[in-house]
């Protein structure tokens, strides 16, 4: 299985942004859990949000109401926009996706996303 992410870039403090990620390969039963992760130097990855096959969100607190999580389950594709960025959400995202009967986690090649004050 590949995640094939897209849509980092440079935006300016108060600017938006929309991540996609795209899976593809060997998906016999489905794609579960889809979702995106950040990473900064000298920090551990973590969750900014996630989305089920069957609707569910979950969002960090520090995105909740600014990122909106959503997914194209025919496309098995997994979006993130994100409105009133700053600095602090600097960081390289990571697409994530968790297949049907499966505990494997895999992860996208990261995206990185810059925000200027």
């Known amino acids: 299985v590949q995640l094939q992410a897209s849509g980092g870039g440079l935006v300016q403090a108060g600017g938006s942004l929309r991540l996609s990620c795209a899976a593809s390969?060997?998906?016999?039963?489905?794609?579960?859990?889809m979702g995106w992760y950040r990473q900064t130097p000298g920090k551990q990855r973590e969750l900014v949000a996630s989305?089920?096959?069957?609707?569910?969100?979950n969002y960090a607190d520090f995105v909740k109401g600014r990122f909106t999580i959503s997914r194209d389950n025919a496309k098995n594709t997994v979006y993130l926009q994100m409105d009133s960025l700053k600095p602090g959400d600097t960081a390289v995202y990571y697409c994530?996706?968790?297949?049907?009967?499966?505990?494997?986690?895999?992860w996208g090649q990261g995206t990185l996303v810059t925000v200027s004050s």
């Open positions: 994530n996706a968790r297949l049907f009967r499966s505990v494997i986690d895999y």
């Open positions: 390969g060997s998906i016999m039963f489905g794609v579960n859990v």
């Open positions: 989305s089920t096959s069957v609707g569910g969100r």
